[in-house]
């Protein structure tokens, strides 16, 4: 049977013009190539039959073969691709990399401190910094009017005063090896301790844990500089306790810091050349009510058998200096004083906290084994204090005399709320605060105090012109 010839594709020659001869060629089937199945939860792919390919002859030229067609990808499979994708570029980021950061150093022997000018003066430049921002913090919870206007003009002239006083110790704040500032206890921000180490350390030394003041507020560890130099200067390492003020934090918060960085120091202080069997707590002001807060709350934790990281007989004195112990007397106090009762009681964890937070309130309801752990309480303050009056502390030591419990209440007459703290150091010369917690830190040590007591005095900071009127200005 006779088979017509096909027409000829327009892009190839026809054979007879190559060849000079006709040719036939056969009919073929259109076969389709097996179908790629990809799986696809959204809908299937639909396949189209090829067409009919015809071979061209020997020798024809090849038509140019078309790049195969690119299906797109479906929701799920693209979903898939990027999260593949993703999950590989986070592991070539994640790869292990050596930090450059270095390494916390290494409790033991104390090493000379090594910094750099420019590394100290940075450093009190963010000191600075930090004491402007929580001034400014303080006027703008106490408010700006016409009284807290003349109380910040009274509190610059204050400073004026004493300027040449406080440029001498934060000039051995800053530079001396004998200070080793902001060693980490905890892992708060302000979770920082300053040491003052004594210049020669031939045997282990007592150790003061001093939590400082500043109307939980402005309370910083910079303040206890004036008191840790005397110290240090009598063979007595300082620890000056800093923890979070409000509104960074509340009183709890305040409670938690301090009882963490005494922790710290009666776990870590041999590294440092301290004698961990001699510890003594200190507190002023806001510091001594959180030191004390503190002191409770570690007794009555210890005497119902709860975990605790130090104990309340490592500590052998706590020294309570003008300290307020019964928040309840004190919030119209503070309220006259000018420290808002709202802002206050907000500082206080609301009037629900008071008793909780008055270590007095809590003294009372103690059990016999929670007096029994206390150590011996001396509790100083001067008679003419208007920011706390000295009734506070005269209160707290028969609440603690009745109870069982050890006190101590020394008064200091005609002394005020800074005479005993700044003044009376910055004069030179014999200091009733230092001589007094010397002579208890020593007091079954006769060679010592012979030696304390032929020592050279310190000598004067400021004119005695200038602390007069300073005094007569303070705002405090």
Request: glycine share 8%.
């Amino acid at each position: 049977m006779f088979c017509p010839t096909p027409p000829t594709p327009p892009s190839w020659p026809r054979a007879d013009a190559l060849t000079g001869s006709a040719y036939l060629v056969p009919t073929i089937a259109p076969r389709s190539p097996p179908a790629l199945r990809l799986p696809s939860p959204r809908a299937p792919i639909a396949t189209k039959p090829e067409p009919v390919r015809i071979s061209p002859p020997p020798g024809a030229a090849r038509p140019p073969v078309p790049a195969p067609a690119m299906r797109p990808l479906s929701g799920a499979e693209a979903d898939a691709l990027l999260a593949r994708s993703d999950s590989a570029g986070r592991r070539r980021r994640s790869s292990p990399v050596q930090s450059a950061s270095p390494r916390p150093p290494v409790l033991g022997a104390c090493p000379r401190r090594q910094s750099s000018f420019r590394d100290d003066v940075g450093h009190a430049a963010s000191e600075t910094y930090l004491v402007t921002r929580l001034t400014f913090r303080l006027l703008q919870y106490l408010g700006l009017g016409y009284r807290w206007m003349s109380q910040l003009l009274a509190l610059t002239i204050y400073a004026i005063l004493l300027m040449p006083g406080f440029l001498q110790v934060g000039y051995y704040y800053f530079f001396s090896s004998q200070v080793r500032r902001s060693i980490v206890y905890g892992d708060q921000p302000r979770n920082r301790l300053d040491l003052y180490i004594p210049k020669y350390i031939n045997r282990p030394c007592p150790v003061v844990a001093f939590v400082t003041g500043g109307a939980w507020i402005i309370g910083y560890k910079a303040w206890g500089a004036l008191l840790g130099r005397r110290l240090a200067e009598r063979g007595i390492i300082v620890a000056c306790i800093d923890y979070r003020n409000f509104p960074q934090g509340t009183i709890g918060d305040m409670v938690s810091d301090a009882s963490q960085g005494i922790s710290y120091v009666c776990n870590n202080i041999a590294s440092y050349g301290g004698d961990p069997n001699q510890i003594y707590l200190m507190g002023q002001s806001a510091g001594a009510h959180i030191s004390a807060c503190a002191l409770m709350e570690q007794a009555v934790k210890e005497s119902r058998g709860e975990p605790i990281s130090w104990s309340v007989t490592q500590i052998k004195v706590y020294f309570g200096l003008s300290g307020g112990y019964n928040i309840h007397r004190l919030v119209d106090h503070f309220h006259e004083r000018g420290l808002s009762r709202s802002i206050f009681l907000s500082i206080m964890e609301g009037e629900e906290s008071l008793s909780r937070y008055s270590p007095e309130m809590v003294v009372k309801e103690s059990s016999s084994q929670t007096i029994a752990l206390l150590p011996l309480i001396v509790l100083m303050h001067g008679t003419e204090d208007y920011s706390i009056p000295s009734s506070a502390s005269q209160s707290f030591a028969d609440i603690l005399q009745q109870t069982g419990a050890q006190a101590k209440l020394l008064l200091y007459e005609g002394k005020t709320h800074t005479d005993i703290f700044l003044q009376d150091p910055l004069r030179g010369g014999r200091d009733p605060l230092v001589e007094d917690i010397l002579s208890i830190i020593h007091a079954d040590d006769e060679i010592t105090q012979e030696k304390i007591a032929v020592s050279p005095t310190p000598r004067r900071l400021v004119f005695e012109w200038q602390l007069q009127l300073a005094r007569r200005i303070s705002p405090f």
